[in-house]
């Protein structure tokens, strides 16, 4: 079921940002994709700062090493050319909690933006220390194509003392995992495509 409320802020022209505001957003990258494109690309349109970086996820198991990660992250970033858009890896935690609190002491006097897809609204209540995430960021959930914004999920976020902006994004539907099983080169930012090649990473050197 589509959220009422992603219908609002898509039918606004803008959502109000403070100029204190700070977009998180925390990837695996593995590898990054047109959909984290699109992404990195649409925050920086909506707030006045966005920071990203790689991260291990305790719930998958990697194809590639985390420093290899962070340099197609960092290979995207640069393509995409956004004075406010930066890498800061310091950040790159498995659990989001130890990410918030190094973000507090970077930037004390921001209000922090939590950015998780629409398809994480459900796992996010069995996150380690999942309410004190909550009281220290705003989540920010960012639509997926295939994966619409469920209204139980987000009573549930509300329940545990979150606050919440559906953000006026549709992000396509470009999964790492459909690179990493079935190579769809489609769905690779051209930017990095060059040194998955050179790396042989996912094993795209078979498929040029």
């Known amino acids: 079921m589509e959220c009422a409320k992603g219908k609002e802020y898509a039918n606004s022209p803008s959502v109000k940002v403070n100029p204190k505001q700070l977009a998180l957003l925390g990837t ?3 590898p990054p994709t047109n959909g984290h494109r699109a992404l990195l690309e649409g925050l920086s349109k909506l707030f006045p700062r966005v920071i990203t970086w790689a991260s291990d996820n305790p719930l998958k198991v ?3 090493s985390l420093l290899q990660r962070q ?17 800061n890896q310091s950040l790159s935690s ?13 930037w004390p006097n921001a209000e922090l933006i939590l950015v998780v897809g629409s398809d994480l609204t459900h796992q996010i209540p069995r996150w380690v220390k999942s309410k004190d995430i909550l009281k220290k960021a705003r989540l920010g959930i960012a639509p997926r194509e295939g ?6 999920d987000l009573s549930k976020l509300k329940a545990l003392g979150g606050e919440i ?8 539907e470009s999964a790492s995992s459909s690179i990493r099983n079935e190579t769809k080169i489609t769905h690779i ?4 495509l060059p040194t998955l090649i050179k790396e042989n990473l996912y094993g795209l ?4």
């Open 205 to 208: 050197s078979k498929h040029t």
């Open 28 to 30: 695996s990258a593995d």
């Open 62 to 64: 990697h194809s590639a």
């Open 189 to 192: 930012p051209t930017a990095i």
């Open 94 to 106: 498995p659990w989001a909690i130890k990410t918030l609190e190094k973000a507090e002491e970077l």
């Open 165 to 172: 902006t559906v953000l006026p994004l549709n992000i396509p």
């Open 71 to 87: 340099e197609l992250l960092e290979i995207l970033v640069e393509d995409l050319n956004v004075p406010h858009l930066e890498i």
């Open 147 to 152: 994966w619409p914004v469920n209204e139980l």
